[in-house]
């Protein structure tokens, strides 16, 4: 078994029955990390496996403290997978500046955030994702979530206060892949 593979049939069982929104988003996501693969390399499968497990801390019964990155991370780290891929799930999107917004610094400490190319995509996947798995402009994504939750909700603040780090994550990875077509 590939560690993809074990990453999607953990990932379905744990969302595909009580979450398929969810499901149908990570699915998405997975799928534009899969459209990445010329500028993963070699590390095409950690970014495929990051971007299917991403959203794992969703599931109702891995949600402890109820913010998604850390839920997830935790689980995942129980479950064997590698640090690496924990550490990638934990800052997914930006997760340190809301893990301050809702108090949570502390917890998310205990993992650090690589940068990078490979952190970058995942984050524009996520972005490039809408909720139902289709592919999205990330600037209107992020103009949705807005419109979502309203001015009023801390995933709102999250998001707005996010957006420069989240699209320049974006651009980044846009820039290496127009660079990987223009060669190929
Ligand atoms: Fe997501």
Redesign the pocket.
């Known amino acids: 078994m590939t560690t993809y593979s074990w990453a999607f049939g953990l990932a379905q069982s744990k969302l595909a029955d009580v979450l398929p929104r969810r499901w149908a ?2 699915q998405g ?1 997975a799928r534009q990390a899969r459209e990445l693969r010329s500028i993963a390399g070699d590390q095409a499968e950690l970014l495929e496996t990051a971007a299917v497990l ?2 794992i801390g969703y599931a109702p019964d891995i949600a402890v403290t109820g913010f998604h990155p850390l839920d997830g991370a935790v689980f995942l780290g129980d479950a064997g997978a590698s640090d690496r891929l924990v550490h990638l799930v934990a800052h ?2 930006y997760a340190a500046l809301e893990a301050d917004l809702r108090g949570l610094s502390q917890q998310l400490k205990n993992y650090d955030d690589e940068g990078g190319l490979l952190r970058d995509a995942l984050w524009y996947c ?1 972005l490039s ?1 809408t909720p139902h798995g289709q592919k999205v402009d990330a600037r209107a994504r992020i103009a949705e979530i807005q419109d979502r939750y309203g001015p009023d909700h801390l995933v709102t603040e999250f998001i707005t206060k996010a957006s420069p780090e989240l699209l320049a994550a974006v651009d980044r990875t846009q820039v290496r892949l127009d660079a990987c077509e223009a060669l190929s």
């Open positions: 988003h990570v996501v991403h959203d997914h999107s996520d994702t």
